[in-house]
């Protein structure tokens, strides 16, 4: 209080102090009286003068008690000088309440000059503060402020009675006076420090959504205001707030207003500087009653920004975790690729503490995820995993590291990781989670039994932790019934599932729908029916709700109810794009199993026309639909300009499907259409036909036209890999046309042509753009198989087994499944994975469209794995199978009978092993020369082994004829 | 052509443009301090960077003093820098352009002997040719007073060659110079220079991804504390961000732009179509957000 006041009033008094000097000087009174009311006055100055206020104080009550009933001592002229003195001198020693009754008795006197009232009612104000009588206080300064309103000391007063307002807890009031005040045309520095005291008394008060409101409505002139600090630490707090209200957009609005401290801290200096020299030039303008309540302001503001400064310098840097804060709201916030700049610099600054960047680290690795940047995630969370081995979110990173495996479809690297946490950390928090999860990774890899045991071993928890997993569990556990389509089992738990769930319970909308889904698998479609008319009915709304108007549609064609089923096709919502894509073509079904050719022609008219979709899928299969019904209707001059309009419009186009279709079509009208040779340019034959679009298109750049009409008519299928028929149309694709500019069945084919030819990386080129491309597409497998084969060719074992296993997967059914499988077959052994291996070649066993070379080949594998196990007794059954019932295939016939020859030997049966020896030798599926040779050399060899009694030959002649062969 | 002034080379066209009291003050002697406390004051026969060759004594003695042996050098024309300064103030870069260019020349053999701050006093010479797009010019400056500055000094120059290396469209150079300029210091600096020059670079290569990479980088480092350029990292932000489909990224960005109170550069780059779209629909409104 002291050093504030004491300042200020220094120049305020010199004008006093001269004039009662002065009045000393002139004073009548006489003799020893006169005399020493003057001395006690000069030593009364004298000390004040020399801030010895306490003696001054005394000095002024001595003179007081001593003269003041002398008239020279009681007249007004020396009491207007005095008496401010004196108050002053108690109010600085510590008496405001002697204070505050001096400057009152002092305003009643009529001579005092206005200026020196001026300063008097509001030094009163300031003793009535310092004196505790608030209420008091508030009025003297609002009473300053209405009585001298062109003082430039009256802003000050306004913001001095606002702030006691809330000194004294009236919140409301001072928070309305300082919303007044900043709305007032006083000058900015005091308007934005009205605006800081009431967002800090707000949020002092936790009155959050006031003085946010107050922060974000406030023009802060950031380049000119003093108080930086201040309004950083507020807007710290506020951000910090929101933050944890989990409203990180806000949180970053009031981020932004905090700079980093090594920054705050340059800058607050500037400000000071910038404010002291301000403040130097502007008190030579001022009045000195002025300048004494201004250099009061300039002590406060300058010992507020210099108490920042020495906490910002002595504190620990608030950056780094105010930072990382940052970075988790705009993770919240949906925007990583700004997360990821925080977090990528934090992890990678080595001045940060280790707790710092180690977080940051993690936070690194679900931003990268959050962007669907797996690769990077996978290396950021290895790198994690290296540097802070020790880290409790070990356990935590290797689950984002399955998640992100998951997500690249690496589901063998998901699992494993999976099943390394929960060894590892079996009491951990997440293991559950882990497990289920571990769950839904085995259902992707159609390892449904083992998927059924991990749900189980999260059902079978249930009383031991009461978790929110265990019916999700039971209900996928009834989910991996159905996908191995054990549909009464999946219904029996469905049913049980749904008996024990209390009312509105999450899951039982979808465990109706599933039940439906399941009864449509049986064909059970009565049941079914009653099941999804009860999901509709009891769910309407729920997400599932065009899902379940797709099912029923299904369920009704199965019934036959074909209208009532293209009805509730109808009724699927546009904006559920893939089901209403389906429900077109599910309708347009309906209407060629009615054969209501109009009508279908006018259906897909209308997905054509429609102008409300996001995307419009297989318009090249609707303008196919649309020219083969009115070719149904025999409206063939329809239907070839449809045909050709569409090719006209798609056949260029890469994304474009059921082109091949098309061509099919145009292709069987023409040929019983000879007539149509006029709308083909006079072109009769349809091959020509495709030999001149094909020309044209090569001549107009038309280069996925091009390769399509070369592919259609080269037709081919490279099984050697040595020639293409026809007129090496593969080679010319691969001259002309840019990969770019290849559709998924090209692709495909080019990639299976060159791998064939033993050109990798060519082959490489085009499959991996096909995958990239075209994700979604069916001729995927082309490249799935191929590239599992290149891998398979070098010995990268672990990506071949990726890309077979995702054929196999995804795409079952494709013509490539059966080869797939050999080669995942023969992948998985090379990997010692040898059950794995034997499960594979079994299945291709079972598999009807396997028949020939590749079940011959799967028993191959079969053998070969028995042979590493070291079984040879297991192994000969396989190879005695092949050589008895696939002789057609000579090489695979050789190479049985010559193992299985080793294997008889390997167990000690010679006899067995000369006689396969000789069948091999007497092979009559082959010719190749060598083979007999070689046989005649082991039946020879054996001979000599074999006991005296022993079943052989005649000694075999040089030219090896025998009566037995 | 070239003239001769005090012992420098000074080009003929900044000779014939500069006041006359400068041309004539530049030919007054010169003032060398040697080490071992001797002082030399004389007209200046040869300056290279291992000695000046000095005529006092109305030219009748040459003292030959090694570089070695000189502690610093005095030359005519200080107060023209200041007044120089002075002009730049006032807005008048014309004319202390004039001042500063023929100082420079006069001052170049010299540079070896300059103390810090007669070196950095050109610094504006650099900046006032960039303005005028002789960039060229300002890079060539630049160069020369480069190496005689401490490390901690050269930041202003550095970020002046940057920005010459940028608008000449020397790629490369401005790429290495940005990265060096960029690791130079933290993330939290005044000036975006940097990072915006990388990623127009990238813009302009269509590498979308690095373009956005590097612009948002001081847009998320930065505070509302004023930094240099940081509207031209917005406005890259967002064309980078239209080209990568990710509109609702540009209409964040644009919102938190507008903001901000930053003026979309106009002159550097157009404000795509797609944001006129955007309309006035106010980031900060998250239903379950905005307070």
Known sequence: ?965 | MIALLGGAHVPAAAVGAAPNALVDTLAEPITVWLTDGRVFTGTPRSVTDRSIILAVEAGRVEYTLGAGEILRVELPGARHIDLARDLMGEGRRAEALVILETLYYHRLPYLPYLREKEVLAFAALVDGRLQQGRSVEAVAVAKHLLPHLPEQSRDPLEAALLLGYFRLGWDEAARTQAEAWIRSAGPYRRSALGWWIIAATALQNQDYETALDHALHPIVFSSQLPVDDLELCYAIAVHAALALNDSNHARLLFGEMRDRRLKWPSAEFPLPDAVHAFGDQDNRKDTKDHP
């Open chain 1, 1 to 965: 209080m002291r050093a504030q006041f004491r300042h200020r009033w220094r120049s305020s008094f010199f004008g006093l102090l001269l004039a009662l000097f002065t009045l000393l000087g002139s004073t009548s009174l006489a003799g020893q009286v006169g005399q020493t009311m003057r001395g006690l006055m000069q030593q009364a100055v004298e000390a004040f003068q020399a801030d010895r206020y306490e003696e001054a104080a005394r000095l002024f009550h001595q003179l007081e008690a001593t003269f003041g009933r002398e008239p020279e001592f009681r007249a007004p002229r020396t009491q207007r000088m005095l008496l401010p003195l004196n108050g002053y001198a108690h109010l600085l020693s510590g008496d405001p309440q002697r204070a505050v009754a001096l400057f009152r008795e002092a305003l009643q006197i009529v001579e005092m000059s206005s200026a020196d009232r001026v300063f008097v009612r509001y030094a009163l104000a300031q003793a009535l503060e310092a004196a505790g009588e608030y209420d008091a206080a508030i009025d003297a300064f609002g009473r300053f402020a209405e009585q001298h309103p062109a003082e430039p000391g009256a802003a000050l007063a306004l913001l001095r009675q606002a702030e006691l307002r809330l000194e004294t807890g009236d919140l409301e009031s001072g928070v309305s006076l300082l919303n007044a005040f900043y709305a007032g045309g006083h000058p900015p520095s005091l308007r934005t420090q009205a605006r800081l005291r009431a967002i800090r008394a707000l949020t002092d008060a936790k009155e959050w959504e006031s003085s946010a409101a107050l922060l974000f409505g406030t023009d802060w002139s950031l380049r000119t205001m003093p108080e930086l600090g201040v309004l950083a630490f507020a807007a710290l707090r506020i951000g910090d707030r929101f933050l944890a209200s989990e409203r990180p957009i806000a949180a970053l609005r009031a981020y932004r207003l905090v700079p980093p401290r090594n920054e705050l801290i340059e800058r607050q200096e500037e400000r000071l500087h910038a404010v002291r020299t301000h403040y130097a030039r502007y008190r030579a303008h001022l009045t000195p009653s002025s300048a004494s309540i201004w250099e009061n302001y300039f002590l406060r503001i300058t010992g507020r920004i210099e108490s920042t400064l020495e906490g910002l310098r002595g504190s620990e840097d608030y950056t780094p975790g105010f930072q990382l804060r940052r970075g988790h709201a705009f993770l919240l916030a949906g925007r990583p690729r700004e997360a990821i700049q925080i977090l990528r610099y934090l992890a990678g600054d080595t001045t940060l503490a280790e707790r710092d960047r180690r977080e940051a680290h993690y936070r690194w690795i679900v931003a990268a995820i959050s962007m669907e940047r797996w690769d990077d995630a996978l290396a950021i969370g290895r790198a994690y995993l290296r540097e802070y081995s020790d880290s409790e979110r070990v356990p935590q990173t290797l689950f984002l590291l399955a998640r992100t495996y998951r997500e690249q479809r690496d589901l063998e690297s998901a699992a494993a990781i999976l099943r390394e946490l929960l060894e590892e950390y079996p009491d951990h928090g997440q293991a559950e989670r882990w497990l289920f999860t571990l769950g839904f990774v085995a259902l992707e890899q159609e390892a449904q039994a083992d998927a059924r045991r991990h749900f189980a071993r999260i059902a079978a928890d249930r009383n031991a932790n009461g978790s929110n997993l265990v019916d999700p569990a039971r209900f996928w556990h009834a989910m991996a019934w159905f996908l191995e389509q054990s549909y009464d089992r999946a219904l029996q738990e469905f049913h049980a599932l749904r008996g024990t769930l209390p009312a509105q319970h999450r899951l039982e909308p979808e465990i109706h729908y599933r039940v439906a889904a399941t009864r449509y698998a049986m064909r059970d479609y009565d049941e079914a029916l009653r099941e999804i008319d009860g999901f509709l009915q009891r769910f309407p709304g729920h997400a599932r709700e065009p899902e379940g108007r797709v099912l029923r549609g299904d369920i009704l064609m199965g019934q036959g109810r074909h209208i009532e089923a293209a009805s509730d096709f109808r009724r699927v919502p546009p904006e559920h794009s893939a089901l209403f894509v389906y429900a077109i073509f599910q309708s347009g079904k309906i209407y060629r199993a009615l054969e209501e050719y109009d009508l279908m022609v006018h259906h897909f008219q209308s997905y054509l026309e429609r102008d409300d979709l996001l995307k419009r899928p297989r318009v090249s299969e609707a303008l196919y639909w649309i020219g083969w019904a009115r070719q149904q209707q025999g409206r063939v001059s329809e239907a070839v300009p449809l045909f050709l309009s569409a090719l006209d419009r798609y056949g260029n186009d890469p994304a474009a499907t059921e082109i091949d279709a098309i061509l099919d079509a145009l292709e069987y009208q023409v040929q019983r259409n000879p007539e149509l040779g006029a709308t083909l340019g006079g072109i009769t034959e349809f091959e020509s036909w495709l030999e001149t679009a094909r020309a044209d298109a090569l001549r107009n750049s038309q280069f996925t036209w091009f390769a399509r009409l070369s592919l259609r008519l080269g037709k081919t299928q490279p099984r050697d890999g040595t020639h293409d028929e026809g007129k090496g149309y593969l080679r010319e694709i691969a001259d002309l046309v840019p990969v770019d500019r290849l559709d998924a069945f090209a692709l495909g084919r080019m990639g299976a042509f060159f791998y064939l030819r033993g050109e990798a990386a060519e082959a490489e080129r085009y499959l991996h753009r096909l995958l990239e491309s075209f994700p979604d597409s069916p001729d995927r497998a082309h490249a799935l198989h191929y590239l599992g084969r290149l891998a398979e060719d070098r010995g990268e074992w672990q990506s071949a087994r990726h890309l077979f296993h995702r054929i196999i997967s995804e795409l079952p059914m494709h013509p490539l499944g059966p080869e797939s499988m050999l080669a995942h077959g023969r992948v998985l052994t090379a990997l010692g994975a040898y059950d794995a291996a034997r499960e594979q070649f079994e299945a291709l066993l079972r598999l009807r469209q396997a028949r020939g070379r590749p079940q011959a080949e799967a028993l191959q594998g079969l053998a070969r794995i028995a042979e590493a196990r070291e079984e040879p007794k297991r192994a000969i059954p396989y190879y005695q199978r092949i050589y008895n019932m696939y002789r057609a295939f000579p090489d695979l016939t050789a190479d049985a009978y010559r193992r299985s020859a080793a294997m008889f030997e390997a167990t000690g049966d010679l006899q067995a092993a000369y006689n396969t020896w000789r069948e091999l030798r007497f092979m009559n599926e082959t010719d190749d020369p060598s083979l007999h040779e070689e046989a005649k050399r082991e039946m020879r060899r054996l001979e000599v082994l074999l006991p005296r009694d022993a079943t052989v030959d005649s000694p075999i002649s040089s030219d090896g004829d025998n009566e037995h062969g």
